[in-house]
């Protein structure tokens, strides 16, 4: 059995995760590799459920702490009855968002200390990390912008976001072998070769 690989998309808003994830799975399957596409929060019923209070625009002014353990609790059903046995299956797992957006945006966003966010989702995942997070960086303003009925987290203000954005970049910068940071204004099949050439080693193609 081919060993699996742990493929994850963060970013602010509007930067195109959902296509390029789709773009990569795509291309994985056609290098003849079964893929498990999913996303955060989400991926299973109960967290589908949760990501549904999180995101709400009904539920602003939800505890900062709350909302950090909503999103650990959604990640950790989903890592256990998806990622997981997808991995042991062999499947390359492509993921939009993971834990770095928790770090990013309750750690950083929520100022809530970015290593107590960290420490909660790995708990959370039994210590489930990405072979490889790829961060499509781009200015919040013009990601904001994409965003056309925005949810409880895109309506936060634009300092917010901005804390969001660095937050990415300093995780990035910390463990360069395991990120790709990519611009994402740039093209789309632009973008989608710049991916491709980094994940391409990692699944022997």
Known sequence: ??????????????????????????WVSEQGR?????????????????RDVLLDVSNTGLDD???ALLFAAARGDH????????????????????LDSSVA????????????VRDLSLW????LIPDL????????ALGLARVERPDRLEAEPLPWHARVRQAFADLATREPHRYLVVDATADVDQIAARVIDRVRPLIGS
């Open 124 to 127: 959370a995942t039994r210590d």
């Open 133 to 140: 997070t790829i961060v499509l960086d781009i200015d919040p």
């Open 1 to 26: 059995m081919e060993r699996g690989v742990f493929i994850v998309f963060e970013g602010g808003e509007g930067a195109g995760k959902s296509t390029q994830s789709g773009l990569l799975a795509r």
């Open 79 to 98: 890592a256990m009855r998806v990622i997981r046995p997808a991995l042991t299956r062999g499947d390359v797992v492509v993921c939009d968002r993971y």
């Open 105 to 116: 945006y309750q750690g950083a966003g929520r100022d809530l200390g970015l290593e107590a």
């Open 65 to 67: 702490r709350a909302e």
């Open 34 to 50: 079964a893929v498990t596409r999913t996303r955060e929060p989400g991926g299973t019923p109960a967290a589908e459920a949760i």
